[in-house]
């Protein structure tokens, strides 16, 4: 059975030769282009009976025209915390043939003209109706009489009984062992990256210190119990550093901190409904929200906020007050209605 999946966290990226400007060398482009055109029944509608594969390709290749493959690269890393490279064309290939440069320059031209003119209007509008139509049949006609040669140079079979790409063994193994690698924290950070985060240590919200102090001010006013917990805590240290842990490294991985680079410097709202503490300990729970309508979601099993630990408490023992709660041995004080704070995604 043959069916894709999609992982934000792990992007899928051919390994083909980039240049200076653009991440995709023409002979990955060409054998892109030849797979959409083997397509049946694709659920987006882009197959072979498409009459504008070509251009909707070259939209595709053109989405980071003017970037080296490096800075292609980087930019996912960052983005999505790690990279898994699937092997697409072989290193021993020959030569892109003549004929296959010369439409693929053509179509090239005829999409920097269009765009130039037209902005992002679909080909079968404009000025260039005729000659996109004429391009999209030459293409096709170029691409099917250099089936053969297409086929040589990929490390990807195609299986005709079942209309998919079905990938040798060499494939199935290099993207299995990157696989492994990230799911054991192995990954190796490409070297921009590596700059970046090889002194982070973990990835959290900051809070607003002052909105943190105001709301137990106000909740010491409203419940005795909190009152009698808290007035004698030396915690503004521990409030001037308010955070929610998201990632750390030592207990998720090195790709768990990076994956939360998609979001660094950006606002999260964070809902503070509870207080739960011990003579030893206290934290605020929290509930996190979304940025773009992505939830933001912590590796930690509990989401919360310490506000104080005793001499020779790590500040990790916070992550024990649920189970000493369900004990019987920590209080636990509602906030209602809960304070909702922004906060901001930071690496540190």
């Excluded at 320059?105 to 999409?111: H, K, V």
């Excluded at 909190?226 to 503004?236: C, S």
Aim: aromatic fraction near 8%; charge should be neutral; charged fraction near 25%.
């Amino acid at each position: 059975m043959c069916h894709s999946t999609r992982a934000s966290a792990v992007p899928v990226i051919p390994d083909s030769e980039g240049t200076d400007s653009n991440p995709f060398a023409l002979d990955a482009l060409a054998v892109f282009m030849f797979r959409v055109l083997q397509r049946d029944n694709h659920p987006g509608n882009l197959d072979k009976s498409s009459p504008n594969v070509g251009y909707v390709m070259l939209m595709f290749y053109h989405l980071y025209d003017g970037k080296s493959r490096k800075y292609f690269e980087d930019e996912l890393v960052e983005r999505f915390g790690s990279l898994v490279k699937i092997p697409l064309l072989k290193p021993d290939r020959s030569p892109l043939p003549a004929s296959l440069i010369s439409v693929l320059e053509e179509g090239i031209n005829l999409y920097n003209l269009h765009t130039k003119r037209h902005g992002r209007l679909e080909s079968n509008k404009g000025s260039y109706v005729q000659e996109w139509a004429k391009w999209e049949k030459k293409l096709r006609d170029t691409l099917s009489a250099n089936a053969e040669y297409l086929n040589s140079i990929q490390f990807m079979a195609r299986l005709t009984a079942v209309s998919c790409q079905v990938p040798f063994e060499f494939a199935v193994q290099q993207v299995s062992e990157q696989l492994r690698k990230i799911a054991k924290g192995d990954y190796t950070i490409p070297s921009t990256e590596k700059r970046k985060l090889g002194t982070v240590v973990f990835a959290a919200v900051d809070l607003p210190f002052a909105e943190i102090q105001g709301l137990l001010n106000k909740l010491s006013g409203m419940n005795s119990r909190a009152e009698a917990f808290l007035e004698d805590k030396p915690m503004d240290n521990f409030l001037r550093k308010a955070h929610v842990t998201l990632a750390h490294k030592k207990s998720h991985g090195v790709s768990a901190v990076a994956s939360y680079g998609l979001y660094l410097h950006r606002q999260v709202p964070v809902e503070l409904n509870a207080l739960l503490f011990t003579d030893k300990m206290a934290a605020l729970q929290v509930q996190l929200g979304s940025i773009d309508d992505e939830k933001i979601v912590s590796k930690n099993e509990w989401p919360h906020v310490t506000i104080w630990t005793g001499e020779g408490v790590p500040p990790k023992e916070a992550n024990t007050l649920p189970q000493l709660l369900s004990e019987g041995k920590a209080t636990v004080v509602e906030i209602n209605p809960p304070l909702t704070v922004s906060g901001t995604v930071e690496f540190y």
